[in-house]
Nanobody, 121 residues
Framework: QVQIVESGGGLVQPGGSLRLSCAAS????????MGWYCQAPGKQRELVAA???????NYADSVKGRFTISRDNSKNTMYLQMNSLKAEDTAVYYC???????????????WGQGTQVTVSS
């Protein structure tokens, strides 16, 4: 079994900050890429940011300069620091981890259950 659990969402005023966390646990051999997607009501899920095992990052244009993705490989945990939040950042944020459960196992992307971020005054 593999569990991917997000935390840190909530309600924040425009201009405020939130820090999301994503922890992977269970039967894991190795984790590779990790990342965050968001899905607003009536819209498709879209990539927010991603990070490789070595720390290379990729961001959506809409969040560059405001969001920072990071990870702690020793804890199988990833973070998303969200600053200068805007109303249009309101969405459910999902994290994923691409991992192998054994040395010879298939690389599979596992998803968390999502955490709501609401930016409103």
């Amino acid at each position: 079994q593999v569990q991917i659990v997000e935390s840190g969402g909530g309600l924040v005023q425009p201009g405020g900050s939130l820090r999301l966390s994503c922890a992977a646990s269970g039967s894991i051999f190795s984790i590779y890429d990790m990342g965050w997607y968001c899905q607003a009501p009536g819209k498709q899920r879209e990539l927010v940011a991603a990070i490789t095992t070595r720390g290379s990052t990729n961001y959506a244009d809409s969040v560059k300069g405001r969001f920072t993705i990071s990870r702690d490989n020793s804890k199988n945990t990833m973070y998303l620091q969200m600053n200068s939040l805007k109303a249009e950042d309101t969405a459910v944020y999902y994290c994923y981890a691409e991992l192998r459960r054994t040395a010879a196992g298939t690389l599979v992307r596992y998803w968390g259950q999502g955490t709501q971020v609401t930016v409103s005054s």
